[in-house]
C-alpha cells in the first residue's frame, strides 16, 4: 500500500475495535509478525494527564545522551505519521505505509477483523522500532493500561503520571478504579515511577500494585516540588533542592518534570541532559505559542485547571475559540476557562461526536460571558482575531487544536 491507501486501511478498523477482557488478541498479532516487541526497551508511561510532556522529556534526554530512542504516542496534531518517531522526528509517509503494510499483512494472517486502529499503529510502531534498531523506546499507553495493546511488553521502567477522572464509562468513576486500569503496566521486579500529588487513594493503589511485584516504587513527595514561576516563557522550579526550568508552560509541568527526572536518573542519564531536555523539550498544541495563539488541548477539568491557573496570571483582554467531546465532561472543563474570557467562540464542524457549538455559545452566555455559535474554523479564528484581543487561546478537543493550529501556520505561508 501507498501512504494514502493505507491511511483508508486504517478508517476500515472502528478506533476502540471490539472490547476485549485480555491482550491475546493483540498479542495473537505480534505474534502473526514474528514478535517484533521483544529484545527492544521500553519505557512504558501511562496516567490520565501528563504523558505527552512526560515521553517528550524522557525521549529528548535519551536522544541528547546519544541513544537511538524511538517514541509512540497519541493522539496525533496534524498528521498520523506524528505517533511513530525515531529521535523526535515523525517516520516518513514511505515507512508509515511499509510498517501498516506489514502489519495488515499479519492481521490477515490472524483472520482477525475487528482490531482497533490503536493496535494496527501499535503493531506498526512496534514493527517500525525493530527495524530502526532502537536502543530505547518511550511508549505511551492509548487508554488504561491494564488492557490496552501496549501491555504486552514487558519494560525497563514503568512511569504513571497525575491519575485524575477521564475515560470513565471504560475505567470506573473514582480516582481509585481509574488507578487499578493504570496500575497495569506495573510488572515484576520492573521499577515504577509515579508522578507526585496524586489522590491518595489512587497512590494507595499504584504503591500495592508495586508491592505485591516485588517493583521499586519511586514517588517524590509533593515537598520535594517548589515552585519558583510559571508564565508564557516557561515554568521555573526547585526539584529536591536543585534548580530547574522546563520551556512547556504551566505549574503542573514541574509535576510531569520531576516524574520525568526521577526516570531519567534510573537510566543513569547525565544531569546535563536531563537539565537541557526540559528547557527544549516541546510538545505540540501543549500550552503552545503560534502565531500569536495560545494552542492546549486541555479537554477534562484538570486540564483545563491547569490551563486556568496559567491564563489568571496574564492581564489584558482575552478571547477563547473552543470546541468540545461529548465524551468528555465539557461543562465541568468550561466551567474553570470561561470566567477568564471576554468573549468565547464556539464551533463543533471538527469532530461527529463535538458538542453542538449552539448549546457551548448558551453555556457561556448563562456565565455572563459574550459568545457565537461559528460555522467553522475558520470563521471562529477570524471572529477571535477582530476583538481586539491581548490574548487568543484555542483549547478543547486535540482534534480540534490540531486542525487550528494547521490552519493558523498556513495563514503565514
Excluded at 506524528?82 to 494472517?109: D, M, V
Excluded at 532502537?134 to 504513571?160: A, F, H, M, Q, R
Excluded at 500494585?209 to 509533593?222: C, H, L, Q, T, V
Amino acid at each position: 500500500m501507498n501512504y494514502f491507501q493505507s491511511i483508508e486501511y486504517l478508517k476500515g478498523f472502528t478506533k476502540s475495535g471490539k472490547p476485549v477482557t485480555d491482550l491475546s488478541r493483540f498479542e495473537g498479532l505480534m505474534s502473526a509478525l514474528g514478535d517484533p516487541q521483544r529484545g527492544l526497551s521500553f519505557i512504558h508511561v501511562a496516567g490520565t494527564n501528563g504523558k505527552g510532556s512526560v515521553c517528550e522529556y524522557i525521549s529528548h534526554a535519551l536522544q541528547l545522551a546519544g541513544f537511538n530512542t524511538g517514541k509512540f504516542t497519541s493522539p496525533y496534531i496534524t498528521f498520523v505519521e506524528e505517533r511513530i518517531q525515531i529521535n523526535g522526528k515523525p517516520i516518513s509517509r514511505e515507512e508509515f505505509a511499509l510498517y501498516i503494510s506489514r502489519a495488515r499483512e499479519g492481521a490477515e494472517k490472524t483472520g482477525c477483523t475487528h482490531y482497533s486502529q490503536f493496535e494496527i499503529l501499535n503493531a506498526a510502531a512496534f514493527l517500525c522500532f525493530k527495524a530502526r534498531g532502537c536502543d530505547y523506546t518511550v511508549l505511551e499507553t492509548g487508554i488504561g493500561g491494564l488492557l490496552d495493546s501496549t501491555n504486552i511488553i514487558t519494560p525497563k521502567i514503568s512511569v504513571i503520571t497525575t491519575v485524575d477522572l477521564d475515560h470513565c464509562a471504560v475505567l470506573g468513576n473514582t480516582p481509585a478504579e481509574i488507578a487499578e486500569h493504570k496500575a497495569g503496566i506495573i510488572k515484576k521486579g520492573c521499577p515504577v515511577v509515579v508522578a507526585p500529588f496524586q489522590y491518595d487513594s489512587a497512590a494507595h493503589v499504584l504503591k500495592n500494585k508495586a508491592d505485591r511485584e516485588g517493583s521499586a516504587f519511586i514517588m517524590p513527595e509533593n515537598s520535594h516540588i517548589e515552585l519558583v514561576s510559571s508564565d508564557l516563557s516557561g515554568t521555573r522550579f526547585l526539584y529536591k533542592g536543585k534548580a530547574f526550568k522546563t520551556k512547556m508552560c504551566g505549574k503542573h509541568q514541574a509535576i510531569n518534570a520531576a516524574a520525568a527526572i526521577e526516570t531519567l536518573r534510573l537510566l543513569n542519564i547525565p544531569e546535563k541532559h536531563i537539565e537541557k531536555a526540559l528547557l527544549t523539550a516541546a510538545v505540540p498544541a501543549r500550552t503552545e505559542q503560534v502565531e500569536g495563539w495560545i494552542i492546549d488541548g486541555a479537554h477534562n477539568p484538570s486540564g483545563a485547571g491547569a490551563l486556568a491557573e496559567l491564563l489568571k496570571g496574564i492581564k489584558g483582554k482575552k478571547v477563547l475559540l473552543t470546541g468540545m467531546l461529548t465524551t468528555k465532561d465539557w461543562k465541568g472543563s468550561l466551567k474553570l476557562l470561561i470566567p477568564l474570557f471576554d468573549y468565547v467562540a464556539a464551533v463543533d464542524s471538527f469532530a461527529e461526536n463535538a458538542v453542538s457549538k449552539s448549546e457551548i455559545a448558551r453555556f457561556a452566555r448563562s456565565m455572563g460571558k459574550k459568545a457565537a455559535a461559528v460555522r467553522d474554523l475558520t470563521e471562529g479564528i477570524t471572529a477571535a482575531e477582530t476583538q481586539n484581543a491581548d490574548l487568543k487561546v484555542v483549547c478543547g478537543s486535540l482534534y480540534l487544536c490540531g486542525e487550528v493550529r494547521k490552519l493558523l501556520i498556513e495563514k503565514t505561508k
